[in-house]
């Protein structure tokens, strides 16, 4: 009798010594990051302006986040068309927040994206590796090449109709034009760059994305 007491005793006391542990682990699962809503491509498509359209585009996020394991969100391309049934990029990623590869909010809804209330800047916009995208030289970055095709005004919505700044709706390796922003926000004024809307490229061919800073790299968002 008097060791089944003692047993209990113990066990009581284990039980509640396990508590704080209990509790510990508990909140570490409440202190787990939120998964990856946001990246910059590793890689473009490689065929200048012309993605696939849209769906191509969006295959391509698709593709990059499930390569990573995160294939499991829906991700569409940061990107606007132009002319009848105009899509604005705006409202294709979903409400927010966003998160990169490492769990940091990159911005906690569309408004704060669209108005300097984001992250985004050459230190935390990553790709889905959780690369920078810049490579760096004798230990600096180098932003030789900056540029995300965005086809979008700097509050996110299309360009107008008239001049092509979106590569005939993302179809183009040829004629017409694609407006990118600065990934790294390192250029112009303080606070930077605007990061998807900076200037237009001087064709849609891969060599013209190239010549002024850009690899067609797309900034990707999961939708849900």
């Known amino acids: 009798m008097n060791n089944k007491r ?5 066990a009581a006391t284990l039980g509640v010594l396990a508590l ?6 508990a909140q570490q699962d409440d202190d787990e990051p939120p998964p990856m809503g946001f990246f910059i491509t590793s890689v473009g498509i490689g065929d200048g302006g012309n993605l696939g359209g849209l769906a191509g585009a969006d295959a391509h996020c698709q593709s990059l986040a499930a390569a990573v394991g995160a294939g499991n969100r829906s991700w569409a391309a940061y990107l606007s068309t132009q002319g009848a049934g105009g899509v604005d990029a705006r409202d294709r990623i979903g409400a ?11 911005a906690t809804s569309v408004e704060s994206l669209h108005y300097d209330n984001s992250n985004l800047n050459w230190e935390f916009t990553l790709d889905e590796n959780g690369n920078q995208f810049a490579s760096r030289i004798d230990g600096d970055p180098d932003f030789s090449e900056h540029d995300a095709l965005t086809g979008s005004q700097i509050d996110g919505t299309a360009m107008p109709s008239g001049q092509d700044q979106t590569c005939s709706n993302w179809t183009s390796n040829g004629e017409g034009s694609a407006r990118v922003g600065h990934a790294d926000r390192y250029s ?5 760059s605007p ?5 237009g490229t001087p064709g849609c061919t891969q060599e013209n994305l190239v010549a002024v800073g850009g690899a067609g790299l797309l900034y990707c968002f999961a939708t849900d």
């Open 188 to 192: 112009f004024t303080t606070p930077g």
């Open 20 to 25: 704080p542990w209990l509790s510990s682990v």
């Open 6 to 10: 003692a047993l209990i005793a113990v």
């Open 195 to 199: 990061w998807n809307s900076s200037h």
């Open 96 to 106: 927010g927040p966003w998160a990169n590869v490492n769990g940091l909010i990159m």
